[in-house]
C-alpha cells in the first residue's frame, strides 16, 4: 500500500470514529499533526547522529509554535473540578491551565503569560464552534507553519503520543514537552488519603491509557488527580469548548452527545434542523445525538487534550457520579512521555528482529505505536490449537514453548513438543495470513531456571498485522510455500531450531524455514 492510501486509511477510519462537526478543519487537523509527527521523527533520527545535529537540520524541523490565543468572549460558562462537588464558573477554560510548565500560556509574541481569563475566540453558531486566533479572521488551520515563529527552546517537541493509545492517532502540538528529559517544572499535587488513592488505582486499573505508566509516572497521576462530585444533568463537557481536563468515572453514568452537522442550502443558508429529530429515542434536546455511555472504571475527555481540537461531544451525568479530573498538562506531560518511553523501547525491540529487517525506521515506529504488551504465568497459554486467531506475537522477553497435539493411528490424541520461542521470535501469524485455526499451542515456559524472565509478549491484533506487515507479504507467502513444498509442514518455529512434523514423523532441521501457528 502506498503512503499515501495508508495516510488516506488511517484519515478514514479516524473521521469515522470521531464524527467531526467540521470535517474540513478536521482534516486539516489531522494531516497538519501527521506532518508533525514526520518531522518529530525526523529530527529524532537527526538527533541520533551527532554530525548532524548541529548547523545542518533544517530550521523547520525545530519548530513548535506554541498556539497563540488572543482575548475574547467566553462563550460558555463552565465547569471546573473543586475539591469536592462541581462548580459552576463564568471563568475562562483557559484559566486553569495557567500551571506551571504550561508553555501555551507563553505568547510567541510577547513572551509573557497570557493572563487568566482570556480565551481564544470562538465563532458561534447555532450548531458550530470554530476557534479562531482573532474575533476578526476566519481560522487558520495552518497558523503554526504559517506565522513561522521559532519556539523559545529549538528542539523542544512535544512527541505524539503512541497511536496504539487511540487507534494510531497522532496529536497537535500544543504545548512544549521535553519527552526526553527527567527535569520537569512540577506538576500540581492534591494531597489524598490512603482510601482516595485506593479508589483511583482501582478506577484506572483497566483502562488502557494508563497502561504505559511506570510506578513514578503513576503516582504523579495519581497526584495530581482531583475528586468530583457531579448530580444528575451536570454538565461535564461541552461540545465545542477548549479542553481543560480529562475523566475517569469512578461511579455512575454519563452520557455523550454530539450535535448534528448544520445543513446548508444553496445559498449559504442554514436550515433548521427538525424539532422532531430532537425528541426521538437517544437524542438529547439541546447537545444532539447521544453517541456513548460512560460506565464506572471508563474515561472521557482525552480527544481535545490529545489533539488539541475543541470538544468532540457533550458530556452529561445521567446519574450522581463520582469522577476523578486530571488536568490537561499534567495529562499530556504524563500521559506522553510514557507513550515516547514506550516507543523508544520497542523500536530499540523491533530492530532486533530478523523478520523486520527490510522495514524502514518509520515503518518499524509504526508497528511499534501497534504493539501491545501481555505478560504470561509459567504454562499459562497464549494462543492455544484449533482455537481461531485475531492477533500476531513477537517474544519480547521470557520463552515460550509450542506444542501440537495429533491423533496417532490408533486414534489416541498424542501431543509433542514443536518448538521452543525466545526474545525476537514470533508467531501466530499463519492464522491471520490464511483464516485457519491455531496450528499449535504456544504457552510460557515453566521456568526451571531462575534467571529466565517470565513470558512477555508483543501482541499486534488482526487490522495492524494486515495494515504494517502488509510490506512482508510476499516474505509469508515465500515462506509457507517453499516450507509446504519442502515437508508438507504443518509446524516449524522461528527459532534456529526448528521442529516440524511430517506424516506423524519428527523432523529436526536447523534452519529457520517457516512457521506454524
Ligand atoms: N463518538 C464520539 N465522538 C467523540 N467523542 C466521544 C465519542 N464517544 C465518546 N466521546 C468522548 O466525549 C469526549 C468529549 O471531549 P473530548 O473531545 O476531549 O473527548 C471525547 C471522548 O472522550
Redesign the pocket.
Known amino acids: 500500500m502506498s503512503t499515501f492510501d495508508s495516510l488516506v486509511e488511517d484519515l478514514t477510519r479516524d473521521v469515522h470514529?470521531?464524527?467531526p462537526k467540521d470535517a474540513l478543519q478536521f482534516c486539516a487537523n489531522w494531516f497538519q499533526s501527521r506532518l508533525e509527527e514526520q518531522r518529530t521523527r525526523m529530527r529524532d533520527s537527526f538527533s541520533h547522529r551527532p554530525s548532524l545535529v548541529t548547523g545542518s537540520i533544517p530550521t523547520d524541523h525545530y519548530l513548535d509554535n506554541p498556539l497563540s490565543p488572543t482575548s475574547g468572549p467566553d462563550t460558555y460558562p463552565i465547569f471546573k473540578p473543586t475539591q469536592g462537588r462541581m462548580s459552576a464558573s463564568g471563568d475562562s477554560p483557559f484559566g486553569t491551565l495557567n500551571v506551571p510548565g504550561n508553555a501555551l500560556l507563553q505568547d510567541a509574541s510577547r513572551s509573557t503569560p497570557i493572563p487568566r481569563g482570556s480565551t481564544p475566540y470562538q465563532m458561534e453558531g447555532p450548531d458550530m464552534y470554530f476557534q479562531s486566533p482573532s474575533p476578526t479572521e476566519p481560522p487558520n488551520p495552518f497558523a503554526s507553519f504559517a506565522n513561522g515563529a521559532i519556539s523559545p527552546n529549538p528542539g523542544d517537541y512535544l512527541h505524539p503520543p503512541s497511536s496504539t493509545i487511540f487507534a494510531r492517532r497522532t496529536s497537535v502540538s500544543a504545548e512544549s514537552i521535553h519527552v526526553d528529559s527527567d527535569v520537569d517544572e512540577p506538576l500540581p499535587r492534591f494531597e489524598k488519603t490512603p482510601e482516595q488513592l485506593r479508589r483511583i488505582r482501582a478506577s484506572i486499573a483497566s483502562n488502557f491509557i494508563f497502561r504505559d505508566l511506570d510506578e513514578e509516572q503513576e503516582q504523579g497521576v495519581l497526584m495530581a488527580m482531583q475528586e468530583i462530585h457531579v448530580g444528575s444533568n451536570d454538565v461535564v463537557?461541552r461540545?465545542g469548548d477548549v479542553?481543560e481536563y480529562f475523566y475517569v468515572v469512578e461511579q455512575g453514568l454519563l452520557h455523550?452527545y454530539?450535535r448534528p452537522e448544520p445543513v446548508f442550502n444553496f445559498n449559504g443558508q442554514q436550515h433548521s434542523n427538525s424539532p422532531e429529530k430532537f425528541l426521538a429515542p437517544g437524542y438529547h434536546p439541546e447537545y444532539g445525538k447521544k453517541?456513548?455511555e460512560c460506565k464506572e472504571g471508563s474515561?472521557?475527555?482525552?480527544?481535545?487534550?490529545m489533539y488539541g481540537?475543541p470538544?468532540?461531544?457533550t458530556?452529561m451525568a445521567i446519574q450522581p457520579s463520582t469522577l476523578w479530573s486530571l488536568d490537561r498538562i499534567t495529562f499530556r506531560t504524563i500521559i506522553l512521555k510514557a507513550a515516547h518511553r514506550r516507543r523508544t523501547m520497542y523500536e530499540q525491540f523491533l530492530t532486533s528482529v530478523p523478520l523486520l529487517t527490510s522495514l524502514g525506521p518509520e515503518e518499524r515506529s509504526k508497528i511499534a505505536d501497534a504493539l501491545v504488551s501481555r505478560v504470561y504465568s509459567d504454562g499459562e497459554a497464549v494462543v492455544r490449537q484449533g482455537e481461531m486467531g485475531d492477533t500476531f506475537f513477537f517474544v519480547e522477553d521470557g520463552e515460550a514453548i509450542v506444542t501440537k497435539r495429533f491423533e496417532d493411528d490408533n486414534g489416541q490424541v498424542r501431543e509433542f513438543k514443536a518448538g521452543h520461542l525466545r526474545k525476537g521470535d514470533y508467531f501466530g501469524e499463519l492464522s491471520l495470513l490464511h483464516m485457519e485455526p491455531r496450528a499449535a499451542t504456544v504457552s510460557a515456559l515453566v521456568r526451571e531456571d531462575p534467571t529466565i524472565s517470565r513470558l512477555k509478549v508483543a501482541a499486534l491484533d488482526a487490522h495492524a498485522f494486515t495494515r504494517l506487515l502488509g510490506p512482508l507479504g510476499r516474505s509469508w507467502n515465500g515462506m509457507a510455500n517453499h516450507t509446504n513444498k519442502l515437508f508438507s509442514l504443518d509446524c516449524i518455529t522461528n527459532s534456529q531450531s526448528v521442529a516440524c512434523l511430517a506424516s506423524s514423523c519428527f523432523l529436526y532441521s536447523h534452519q529457520s524455514l517457516g512457521r506454524c501457528v
Open positions: 470514529r470521531v464524527q463537557i461540545q479542553g455523550c454530539i453517541v456513548a474515561s472521557f475527555g482525552e480527544l481535545a487534550l481540537h470538544r468532540a461531544a458530556v
